[in-house]
């Protein structure tokens, strides 16, 4: 006999609420006000001088925005051959990165941080900048790997001008916290009020981008920067995965007519489309974050 509709109805409420708290705490803590708490980067190492051929590994998983800027620096500097990559997969039970085949004898990304550094406990994040010599991690915050890779690999492009930082940190100040992390402020809130916040920062910031590239190619004028790096990866993703499942809803990017000019500039830059795949993005996202998507289905 099935229970009378109203008791199922309220009984999976009350169940699946409490189960979506517990899964958002273990992959999204948040604060009192039920805004999400990203935790800090714990290897902030450098690179002394010029870096040599084959030195610097670079780890990456294809769907991470932040990831996905060092893959852009990598390919258009031309440091394909100079850096080695490795490319992680998600695994869908639990949610960490996966090496395939294995590697140093691990087969998670967990357990090659704890091989660095045994008794690491933060999470295994992409992407991650490993001194193959030293065979020690340097880096895995990809606003200063790219930095590093843009400062210390060979290559003409200089992404990060001297005569722009000011500009260049400026608008890193504004993207980082309004959209970079905005969408995921939004699309792991746990109140309707850090939804909001969170949900109309991105738009204002949209509108006061969309209105600046009206009269410029990017971020600083005619020449790309990493700022313009740092956007687009979340840009990229914007349409297809923060518009729905992060219900960054207000518009899409290809409602701004400026934006969606400068999206297709970046992607066309040689090589930059080959560091691109929007459908392993769907698929990664709607896939593993099971508590936004708990039937895992990925919209066509
Ligand atoms: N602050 C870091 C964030 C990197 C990050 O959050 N990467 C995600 C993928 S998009 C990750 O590897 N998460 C693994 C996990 O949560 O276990 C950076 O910018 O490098």
New binding site residues.
Partial sequence: MNPPKTLLISFVRTFWHNFWLTMMQQ?APSDDQGKYQ?S??QFRGTIEGNAESGRYHLYV?M?????H?ALIVRAIKGLQEFIPLTILVPNAST???VFQPVQHDCST??QFYRLNQPNYRA?????LLWDSWQKQIVN????E?IKLLNGHFPGDLDLYPASLEKEIEQWNAKIYPAINNGVYLCGFARTQAAYQDACQQIFQTLDEIELVLSGQRYLCGESLTLADIRLFTTLFRFDAVYYSLFKCSIKRIADYPNLSRYLSDIYNLPDVAATCNLEQVKKDYYGQLFPLNPSGIVPL
């Fill in positions: 992959l990203r800090a980067s998983g769907s991470c925005p932040w990831a800027r949610g960490g990165w990304l967990a999470k295994a994040t992409v992407p895995n915050e990809s606003s790997i």
